[in-house]
């Protein structure tokens, strides 16, 4: 479903990020849609995530009821499954909801780190 | 008061945040209405917060006399009984009073951590 | 001359800041009014500054003839002796001066610590 | 391509900052302009960038087809090929493309160190 | 050229900041002149600068044909000399040239720290 | 669809605004989500708005296919339909796409002014 | 209930505004608390409004179930009682809502106008 | 070039407005890139412009040699060539260059208006 | 008190603003000091305001026990008297006291026009 | 000394903007340098300001001893002089001097308009 392309520079640790703030689902509990930004800050190891396969990975919660800690765990799990990265952090910042604004935040660490740094 | 659910991640530490900008109550020594945000962000361990009865909990500071320093440390006690996170901060930021703008930072970080993170 | 009462989490490191926007006092030199912003950020031990006593300590800053750098290193002195804190940070922000924009940042760390964690 | 000169103060670490918010190229995919911000942070070691010739370099991506991850690491390599410093940092701020707005970060560090503190 | 008073203080150390968004010297390439915020950050040993003869120590650079580089590391090295900080960085932000805008920071740290703090 | 209510000051022209940040639909060129904020300002004559029944009603735009151009102007007609107003002004600011970012706005007068000021 | 001193200048036509960040009323549908600033814009007539008495009537809207509307009406009728401006204009900016950021302004203005501009 | 379609609504005056933060020239002096951001207001009359040709007629612009003034009166005459608005506005907001930040600003104004408002 | 300077350019109507955010008073109710930005608009006809002595004009305040209504009038007043221009606009916007923020705002305009537009 | 081109659209009035942030010159009274940023404002008539030459104008009061008042005229006036528009407006935001921060604006409309709007 995330298609995933060959990193260049696995010799390198460095950083990428995607931020979207056109992230909607559902309520689980009322129905009605939520809205929130997701930022995804990972450093690749074999693979990068593919920026379009990313916009279509995220349309796929436009419908479906999930909650905010649900949702952001979910999206590195799946991510992470994807591209394999040394590292990952996933937060999802959401509009207010009975007054109150809520961020999740959720990190991946690879068990056994591969990095190398270029020329060091 | 404070209703809990899972945690369906237990054995990640993530960090979830609630920020208030809503938060009322009354001067013990004045009796007139003080304005706040009050922010929680936590590391759930077994539970989380459920988000409606947290909004509900915090109604009943509406006509509750309390120092700000009272109503930051009570506020951290009264959720950390609620759902006994690995760490939790509660910050209040109230509107200025006499000309002073006064801001109170509490934390808890739980005797025996018991997080261990995914896949590691 | 401060007022203090009792901190009622002397168990518990926990930080308290007051903001107060309206400091002023005289140049020593032209005799003309500065103005700027004084932060105090303390961890308390088993006292806590009253907030009326400390508008009113301000104001006798009104008409005194001091340097930024004194007043800065004054204030944390006299708070210090008031509360007897575990830790005070006070930062002085003044207007331009000369076309020049000025910050005094001075901070205590009490000699014996004596804080414990809550619960831990 | 880029010009270099003498550090006049090589006998001390600090660092020197260019950012470009009139970086420009090609989307290899689609033939499409992409835009973005390049800033480039450095300690020299023996030499510093010309700050002209580094304008006509970034000139060159202008109708080049790039990925925005290969852009940010083959300007790193170019600028450490060009001034060998101590230490680098490259990151590209790129234009929402999709509805999701991408961060590129690449570092460099020297292998071996040869920096001096001043007077130290 | 810079004037210096007692440090009232010196058994604490403090940080002391002067901000001037009014620095502007001439480009020796072009004879155009440049502008910038100069920032100096310094904790004071048994001097402290005087402000009134910093400002006419900056209208010195107005007529004067230097580098940004230069000019962030000669600003160091003459307010080093003139007050002997236990540590003093001084930033250079320039305004934008050729569509490309500049940062310098240089740091100096004294080689034999004398600094005690109060009361510890 | 849209519930109204009794507009208890009819003999005052007074303005009400309902921001919308929350408006999603679908572009029936690419089946791409669009996202946007919808602003409603108007006069009532008779008849208010009911706020909830208005959320209902832009929830139903979330899965239709529809040009900008169009809901701003569509959503003009109901809502003058179903409140019949002595003014009214619809303005939809919609997200970046294709690099463009869109506004568009529409405007509503009744043909007879039945206006009355308060007291004059 | 609203206090009124005389207007010294009363030969002059000027404005006064009095801005309350700290409204809240109670929604009558869901006996929720609901959140707001209200603006008083006026220009006296041979009446000022006494801040303090505004405020003591602020607190009185704290339990009182009104809808936006009504408040912003019932607030203008009130004030104009109190103190028969030339002019007055009340708007409130509420907090969202479901999703939704709503505002109300209404306006009176005198039916005889007796402003003299002074020196005329 | 640019392609249009039906105005769906002519009956009503509505305002379209396009933004564009992207567009880059080249300067006919120094064949250096100019960047800037054009933002085009219109009232459509019969036709409305269609935004994903509007950017593809921008993109021409990124190698041709153009002074500001005449890029922004360009424009202006291509879009009411291609659309024949009832009313339109061209702005260019270009980025500084020597130190100098210009915006040029020109409106087209159909000689006879056939505008009818809606239901009036 | 207030020393004015022959106006250059009578002939022309220009706008002279000069802002002083650093205006400070004593509340006549309560003893303590009021803060706020005094803004100073006028068209001058043949006496222009010299700046230092505004600058005192202004420093008369800090011990003056004045309401903000009539400080704002006041100072219209006298400077109206001091430099007798074409028109002038006072507005004082003053720190919150009692959780409400004010501003004030008087107008002079001279009873009988002299003025010339420039080659008109 | 400011040179010109001819306006290749002089059938339609259109407004012409330049902004220098970099304007400095010498206060008359004490030595020291002024700050400040320039808006020109015009709509040109048969000539436009070349960009260049503007910058070197303002070069030109960098040495200069002049008043805020007297250099936003004389500006005025010289560029009038240059370009003869149908319309200019010159606005100089000087630095904050004691504490004040001052505006001055002028503006020039040629006595016999020539203006034709385009294709009315």
Known sequence: MIDVFQNKYP??????THINPEYTSVCPMT??????TIEVHYVPDKLCIELKSLKYY??????RGIFFETA???ILDDLV????PRRMQVTGRFHTRGGIHSVVTA???APKRTS?????
């Open 11 to 16: 010799g390198r640790d460095y950083e990428i």
């Open 116 to 120: 190398r740094k270029a020329k060091r």
């Open 107 to 109: 990190e991946y660490i």
């Open 58 to 63: 995220f349309l796929e919660y436009r419908n």
């Open 31 to 36: 129905g009605l849609p939520d809205f929130g």
């Open 72 to 74: 952001v765990n979910q």
């Open 81 to 84: 499954a994807a591209c394999k």
